[in-house]
Nanobody, 117 residues
Framework: QVQLVESGGGSVQPGGSLRLSCAASGSIFSANAMAWYRQAPGKQRELVAD???????TYAGSVKGRFTISRDNAKNMVYLQMSSLKPEDTAIYYC???????????WGQGTQVTVSS
């Protein structure tokens, strides 16, 4: 069973930057698309960005131009570089492998991102 461990969250001021990391165990990682999701208090979890096994990326409109998703298949890692952060980016961020409207793996513990002045 693949396990996902997110890290890199923290508290930043508006306009700041953070880089999130997701470590995935399991040899099939490189064959799957991967994605970052987030869940703000009182809201449903939403897809933020995804990246195919070949490196093609897509982004939610709310983060396009500010966030960059990348992956290192050799290290079984997925990253989310976040810039120009806004208070509305405050959420717990998770990684997983998208499978239509579902996900392939059990959710990890996530990493908290708080943007506040």
């Amino acid at each position: 069973q693949v396990q996902l461990v997110e890290s890199g969250g923290g508290s930043v001021q508006p306009g700041g930057s953070l880089r999130l990391s997701c470590a995935a165990s399991g040899s099939i990682f490189s064959a799957n698309a991967m994605a970052w999701y987030r869940q703000a208090p009182g809201k449903q979890r939403e897809l933020v960005a995804d990246i195919t096994s070949g490196g093609r990326t897509t982004y939610a409109g709310s983060v396009k131009g500010r966030f960059t998703i990348s992956r290192d298949n050799a290290k079984n890692m997925v990253y989310l570089q976040m810039s120009s952060l806004k208070p509305e980016d405050t959420a717990i961020y998770y990684c997983n492998a998208p499978m239509g409207s579902l996900v392939l793996y059990s959710w990890g513990q996530g990493t908290q991102v708080t943007v506040s002045s």
